[in-house]
């Protein structure tokens, strides 16, 4: 692999880290000592990618203005790697007017129409809406591609296999991005899917399905890479299952009581791994790692300044934006 | 009609339908239809007959029986700037996609503080009166109008249904489109006399949000919509042979309701008939009655009359489908109750 790729993969990792460090630090700043979900700075649910940056990283490096992503609940790391507006993003988590939608959605409910980003807080909601973008993509002649992300948990909903099948029928450009971290909230995967990969269920459509292990950005990458390449050129459907890690809980909050892995989690984190594995390359030093770590804080922490100095919404304004106005 | 109206012809109301989207279809290349048999079968009520001969697969596109799919597929492409007619083939059906259509198609527009628009038609067949038991004779409408985010509309005539689908297609806006299988004018089922009336030449464009005044009366307001204004019309009818005067208004939609026609209507006569095909309870009838009482409850000089389904799932037997459906004498009782006779 080029290096400048694996320099990029590991960029975009550490940018995600930083990110999702940052909103961690805001969001307990002033739930504490007593954690009131509904209090602070950045209230509500908040649910954070940590672990899982090789699965945003591998993908999204092949997007390409156009491309769409619906993404999920944990949507932070994949809005970063398709080019969303960090300033924007991060002004909607405060629930400012800055915000991507003025403060109107929320950390779960991103809308960013510049890059296509959409994401929800219901599971499996997004994988439909890929396939319909992927009919405007294929009617158009584009040569876009629709990224629809969800949670291996998903792939027990209606909606997966309904948008599987259509997106298959229609042989349309979707890359259907499974997230295996293990754990559905705090039911594990083994109790509650039937196949040990959910690759295996590509076959019912039809269409490819490929599994990656270990969460190793450079495979997610290859793999990626073909599917997108394949729906690019008129071959249809790909489901790409990772087996990536949630480094943290479901929520913010939430003491993951029911994880019996919880000591060996730390040890999985993929970007010390990979760091590792691009400095024994010479791809990386530890210039290179400082620099490129403190590009990303810096970053990151402009958004966060960005955020806070947004003014919040006028309670006025609530009925504004239930419709278009003609 | 008088000499110097627009030039009409006379169509059912699924034809009137069929010619409004035809003619959105040729004006704007990305108005597309998608269903369960929207093709070769022409919509199962005749809502899409011809188009695939007209308009080919590509933009008439038969989906298999998945509507969490094929409507979740309708809001992408809608955010993509396409314009999708997507038919839900009876409104019975949401249950197996609301998801899609509560949490996603009416919200999207509000949760992205205006930045992204969802405009499609979601088309969809209702009402009851020919045996189809539970699942497939509802209405429904109060269920979708008390979601924020979508305007739902309810036309009663084949004049209406062209001028409202052709503002719902060129709205931004997602759009419930709800018609009545009693009034598509099909040959299978008992036809309203009315469910084939005059329909403009060339564009027609009927704007969303106003109701219609179907009868002017002075002596008591009937307030209704969709098969029931028809039921209105000729109690009415009936009713002016017995010197009662009775006004009916058609909603024509209920988001937005036309509250100020409603209020007028009431200021006039002081007698109000809510005639609903819906369920009674926490509904369109309960809205109305709010809406005049918030703005002076001294605009009724008698208590309201309610015809709805009371409160039942519809029937399977005749005998007692038609005990709930607000039939023409179950109107014609609220009338004279409300006249007092």
Redesign the interface.
């Known amino acids: 692999m080029e290096q400048t790729v694996q320099r990029d993969l590991y960029q975009q990792m550490v940018l995600i880290r930083a990110y999702e460090e940052a909103i961690l630090r805001e969001y307990h700043a002033d739930k504490k000592p007593v954690f009131d979900i509904g209090a602070g700075l950045i209230p509500g649910e908040m649910h954070l990618s940590a672990g899982q940056e090789p699965v945003a990283a591998g993908v999204c490096a092949h997007s390409i203005p156009g491309d769409s992503v619906t993404a999920t609940h944990r949507p932070h790391h994949f809005a970063l790697a398709h080019g969303v507006d960090m300033k924007a993003m991060t002004a909607e988590i405060f629930g400012r007017v800055d915000g991507l939608g003025r403060g109107r959605g929320g950390h779960m409910h991103l809308f960013d129409p510049m890059t296509k980003f959409s994401c929800s807080g219901i599971v499996g909601e997004g994988l439909p809406v890929a396939v319909g973008q992927a009919l405007a993509f294929s009617r158009r002649g584009t040569g876009n591609v629709a990224i629809a992300v969800a949670g291996e948990g998903a792939a027990n909903q209606g909606a997966f296999h309904e948008a599987l099948n259509l997106a298959a029928v229609w042989k349309l450009p979707v890359l259907f991005v499974i997230e295996d971290n293990d754990w559905g909230i705090s039911v594990p995967r083994s109790a509650a899917t039937s196949v040990p990969s959910n690759a295996t269920r590509a076959q019912a459509y039809g269409i490819p399905g490929v599994r990656v292990e270990d969460n190793a950005v450079e495979a997610v990458y290859a793999a990626a890479g073909s599917a997108v390449e394949r729906a690019r050129n008129g071959g249809g459907p790909t489901l790409l299952e990772v087996h990536t890690l949630r480094l943290w809980g479901h929520f913010e909050g939430d003491a993951q009581g029911y994880r019996d892995d919880l000591e060996q989690v730390p040890g999985r984190d993929p970007i010390p791994g990979y760091e590792q594995h691009l400095r024994s390359a010479g791809v990386l030093d530890d210039a290179a790692v400082a620099r490129i770590r403190g590009a990303a804080v810096e970053l990151v922490e402009q958004a966060i300044d960005f955020a806070k100095s947004s003014p919040e919404p006028d309670p006025s304004t609530v009925g504004n934006y239930v419709f278009a106005q003609a | 009609m008088s000499s110097n109206a627009a030039p009409t012809r006379r169509l059912n109301t699924a034809k009137a339908m069929v010619e409004a989207i035809a003619r959105e279809m040729e004006r704007d290349e990305d108005v597309c239809v998608m269903g369960e048999d929207v093709g070769a079968y022409g919509g199962i009520f005749s809502s899409t007959t011809g188009l695939l001969e007209r308009f080919g697969p ?1 933009r008439v ?1 038969d ?2 029986i ?1 509507e ?15 314009r ?1 007619i997507v038919e839900l083939m009876f409104v019975d059906f949401f249950g ?1 996609c609301m ?2 259509i509560y ?2 198609m009416a ?11 969802v ?1 499609l038609v979601l088309t969809t067949a209702v009402g009851g009166g020919y045996s189809d038991g539970a699942q497939h004779s509802q209405c429904l409408w109060g269920t979708f109008a008390h979601l ?2 979508l ?1 739902v509309v309810v036309p009663s005539n084949p004049a209406d249904a062209a001028g409202l689908m052709t503002a719902a297609i060129r ?3 997602p759009v419930v489109f709800m018609f009545h299988k009693g009034v598509q004018g099909l040959p299978w089922m008992a036809k309203n006399r009315r469910s084939i009336g005059p329909v403009p030449e060339g564009e027609h464009v009927v704007p969303i949000g106003k109701a219609a005044v179907a009868r002017e009366g002075r002596d008591v307001s009937i307030v209704t919509l969709s098969l029931s204004v028809h039921h209105a019309l000729d109690v009415a009818e009936e009713l002016a042979a017995e010197g009662v005067d009775v006004e009916v208004l058609d909603l024509r939609s209920l988001v937005p309701l036309d509250t100020e026609a409603i209020l007028a209507t009431v200021a006039k006569t002081g007698r109000l008939v809510i005639v609903d095909e819906d369920y009674q309870s926490f509904g369109l009838s309960g809205e109305i009655a709010a809406r005049i009482v918030e703005h002076d409850p001294g605009l009724l000089t008698v208590p309201i009359q309610r015809v709805a389904n009371p409160d039942v799932p519809i029937p399977y037997a005749r005998a007692l489908e038609y005990a709930a459906l607000p039939t023409p004498a179950r109107i014609k009782a609220a009338v004279l109750k409300a006249v007092a006779r």
């Open positions: 590509q596109m989906t298999p998945s969490t799919g094929f409507i979740g597929a309708a809001i992408g492409a809608a955010t993509e700037g396409m999708p197996v998801d899609q949490n996603h919200k999207i527009h509000y949760e992205s503080g205006g930045n992204v628009k405009p924020p985010g305007k709205d931004d806006n």
